[in-house]
């Protein structure tokens, strides 16, 4: 397995993808490349036998697929997310400092860890709305040049920071932008110059800042990859990788990436929407089927949830759990929670085993610590709207949440194959518990 180019090239999606806006836009330019036609929610539908279609919702969320036939058995999905958590930009972002120093106001998406946002090149990606002859319309924005950066208060001005200090997000976290001139709204005037239009034509901003410092590997073998937003662009990407490589014979494969999975998923491009749930019925529904039709394929579907997991931790060895230690490199992370924060029981627990046993793909198990409470996902969230066989799973990874996470350089070649098998496999329902496995 060639890893380098694996991670070259993951890499490089990651890079260009500094918001949610831009991975969707890079992953639909990716389907464009390989034939896939984009369809509009707002258009009415035609779709063929063997038809390979995408779908995007807000432009931060996008759902893939390819139609194998039209008596087909039932949907094989692997769900990621596009976001990470960031700080957006407020609106009227301008504070002036002692008629000296222009920062910005920003207030936190998601539950980042604070910290490393510090002294470090930051810049500002995301979407401006413009307005037009007849309504609106979208321009998205990414200036690539180091642009802001929040600096540290100095130690001679803070003596116990090394002891652990509480981030004031109000405070602490705002970028310091430039020097305070006689011309105002100098950020505007920039987001403008960006997005190729007058100032007064820009009617609402999603601005966000982002980490400038690019993905590499280390390590002595380069066993290892850096980079931000490898929760969850990672799995996003290996996803992808495996649905372009997918040959689905009796299925429909459905590549989905929500948005917002980091602010509890409950928007209308979120796990807890209709966005899946439309999508199969418009699929359903164009191939003749009926309403029944649709129940028995869910019966006989699987659905991944691919966010990633945590490694051991070479600093913190025991804050993982006794038995179920994943390390990055050893595989994909399966994830178990009793009170179903993970999606996995021993149903899909087994047949997710048995995919990654077809692909040849390592994987490893995760659970908390009895005494720790974890994280959550959108497994659990889009039951609620499609309801199936789940899995939760995801790529071990250190530093969860920072703007520049670790993870292994060998496990995104592992999901990118599993997803492979996945894509191309049906899992057919014969009773209840019991399953059919077509590779
Ligand atoms: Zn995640």
């Given at each position: 397995?060639?890893y ?213 590997t280390l390590g002595l073998n380069k066993e290892f990859i ?102 990055m490199n ?77 993870a292994g350089a060998k ?29």
């Amino acid at each position: 397995m060639n890893y380098d180019a694996v991670n070259n090239e993951l890499l490089q999606f990651i890079d260009r993808s500094p918001v949610d806006f831009y991975a969707v836009a890079n992953m639909k330019e990716m389907l464009l490349e390989a034939g896939y036609t984009q369809l509009f929610e707002g258009n009415a539908w035609t779709l063929e036998e063997k038809g390979r279609y995408f779908v995007t919702r807000n432009d931060s969320a996008i759902i893939a697929f390819q139609i194998p036939k039209k008596d087909f058995t039932g949907f094989q999905m692997m769900a990621s997310h596009s976001d990470s958590p960031l700080f957006k930009i407020k609106t009227n972002a301008e504070i002036t400092i002692d008629k000296q120093y222009v920062k910005l106001n920003v207030e936190k998406y998601g539950g980042m860890l604070c910290a490393p946002w510090l002294d470090r090149p930051l810049s500002v990606a995301g979407r401006v709305l413009v307005e037009t002859e007849n309504g609106v319309a979208t321009k998205l924005i990414n200036i690539d040049r180091d642009l802001l950066i929040i600096p540290n208060l100095a130690i001679h001005m803070n003596r116990e920071v090394n002891d652990g200090y509480k981030f004031n997000a109000q405070v602490d976290m705002l970028p310091l932008f430039c020097e305070a001139g006689e011309e105002k709204n100098q950020f505007l005037k920039l987001i403008a110059q960006e997005a190729g239009c007058k100032e007064s034509e820009i009617l609402d901003t999603d601005l966000f800042l982002y980490n400038r410092m690019k993905g590499t590997t280390l390590g002595l073998n380069k066993e290892f990859i850096a980079c931000g937003r490898l929760d969850d662009l990672q799995c996003a990407f290996a996803s992808l990788k495996g649905f372009l490589a997918a040959e689905p014979k009796n299925s429909v494969a459905v590549h989905i990436v929500y948005d917002n999975e980091e602010v509890g998923s409950g928007t209308k491009q979120g796990a807890a929407s209709t966005f899946l749930k439309d999508v199969l019925h418009r699929i359903n529904s164009a191939m003749g089927r009926s309403e029944e039709d649709y129940l028995r394929a869910l019966a006989s579907s699987f659905l991944v949830s691919a966010d990633n997991a945590h490694a051991v931790h070479p600093n913190h060895p025991e804050k993982a759990d006794p038995t179920n230690r994943p390390y990055m490199n050893k595989g994909i992370v399966i994830k178990y929670s009793a009170n179903q924060k993970y999606t996995t029981d021993a149903v899909s627990g087994a047949i997710f085993r048995q995919i990654c046993k077809k692909a040849e793909a390592p994987y490893q198990t995760f659970t908390n610590r009895s005494d720790m409470l974890g994280g959550s996902t959108l497994g659990n969230i889009s039951q609620a709207q499609v309801a199936l066989n789940t899995v939760d799973i995801g790529l071990p990874q250190l530093a969860m949440h920072s703007p520049y996470e670790t993870a292994g350089a060998k496990d995104t070649a592992a999901l990118i194959e599993a997803a492979r098998v996945l894509f191309s496999s049906s899992v057919e329902g014969v009773g209840d518990g019991n399953y059919t496995l077509k590779f």
